[in-house]
């Protein structure tokens, strides 16, 4: 009997040593500093879940504002309404059904709203339009629609094609109308030129543009038409991001752009800012785009230089925007308008006029904005010359949060110093490393953007693991929310 009272004890010492050591690691681990650089929709989703799980992490934003590269603004129309425009990322159906950011915008109390855009084309050259309907039209006889879309398939992963460069000028005459729409209507749609577009991700956004023009060239034979919808939040897609930041009162730090990661003997990481403080963390969540990593000095021991190398390779894009005030009651476009590396349309019959520009164009926005502007105008007027318009010279757009604009305002992403680049797509530097997928302590997880030493890890848009919605809103919401599961 004594025995057994013995061995009783022992037992339950060794249970309440047991606990007694679970619950000294579970204080520690919850004792963690976490720090976020970036308070874009990736990094504010991965705080607010974090908070969620009891984790209160610091957000450290080089803006004067939230939201990255989401920012809506108000238009002050000629005729006196008042519209909302979106600088950055505008359509919420980018992302498909965008399951992540409409969870958390239900949770939020936020509401969405969608506008349609006419389906129709036209491409405006050396001061006349033309048509593509009827090349198209003419390219099928010679060649069936089946026939094309056999050919894209065959293309897909041979090496002939390195890029979507060389898909197009394999099906299409270069430099006539086909080409040249294909050309703009790829660009814009993904960002980045077709020659550094790999092929392999991008044949089926091509696939598509391509029956989508056969049914347009159909006009007239009873063929119907769905316009394309966009889907924003009600009062602007920055109020997303808006209400995000409320539920994290007092861990949101602006104007905080971090220059330098430094690792103590400790393992403490040192996070210094260029405003000239510090601080430190244990963990670290990074949430920026990729061209900025160049721009930060990261220790040896906390990033790997190979590793820098690899995200240097990741493809930026380029897409810019002029957005001008318009009056409602007037007569609208009813066709968007290609302009070699610009597109114009509208949401519907509501201002703004949007002048997006991709490529070359896209990346000297800000610097030739009264040329571009001019150009855009020009095809406006020429293609509905009742549109009122303000006709005076864009001005930048400032980092004002909902700011009021009564003329044409330009945000160029390419020249932004905390973006110094649109979205990303699926390039042929990294081909089809950049889709590769590993399991990371039961998340799923880029490869390339594993986490390191699990107190490095690496969100953001071009992170996602749902490839066919990259570069969109819901891929930056994916990528944060998917990461808090570590924790």
Sequence with gaps: MALLLRKGMRISNF????????????????????????????????????????????????????????????????????????????????????????????????????????????????????????????????????????????MRDNPRYASMEDVLDALFPKGEILSRTFSAWLQGFEGATPSVLWPSENIDVLYSMVEYLTCLSQKGSGTLFHPIEITSFVGGNSVFAVALAEKLEGQIHLNKALTAVDEGPDGVLSLYFSDGTHTHCDQLILSIPTPIYADIEFAESVIPSERLAEFALVEPGSASKILVPASTSTSWLDEGIFLGNAFVFSCGEQAPLNFY???????????????????????????????????????????????????????GWVEDPFAKGSYSSFGNKLGGRFGETIDYRGVSVKAMFVPIDDRIFFIGEHTTILHDVIGTMEAAVESGRRISRLW
């Design 15 to 154: 249970v309440y040593f047991l606990f007694a050591f679970i619950v000294s690691i579970t204080s520690l681990c919850a004792s963690e500093r976490v720090a976020i650089i970036g308070a874009g929709f990736s990094g504010l989703s991965v705080a607010y879940e974090l908070k969620e799980k009891g984790v209160i992490a610091d957000v450290y934003e080089a803006r004067p504002r939230v939201g990255g590269r989401v920012h809506s603004a108000w238009m002050d129309n000629p005729d006196g309404t008042v519209t909302i425009a979106e600088f950055g990322a505008q359509n919420i159906s980018d992302g498909g059904d965008a399951e992540n950011i409409r969870d958390l915008a239900a949770k939020l109390g936020l509401a969405f709203e969608t506008c349609t855009v006419q389906p129709g084309i036209t491409d405006y050259q050396d001061g006349r339009f033309q048509d593509p309907y009827f090349a198209m039209q003419a390219y099928l006889e010679e060649k069936p629609l089946n026939t094309v879309l056999a050919e894209l398939d065959s």
């Design 357 to 411: 520009f991709s490529g070359p164009w896209g990346e000297s926005i800000a610097a030739d904005k009264d040329k571009r502007f001019l150009h855009a105008a020009k095809a406006v007027h020429a293609a509905q010359s009742g549109l009122e318009f303000p006709k005076t010279m864009p001005v930048l757009a400032t980092e004002a949060m909902f700011a009021h604009y009564d003329q044409a305002v330009v945000k």
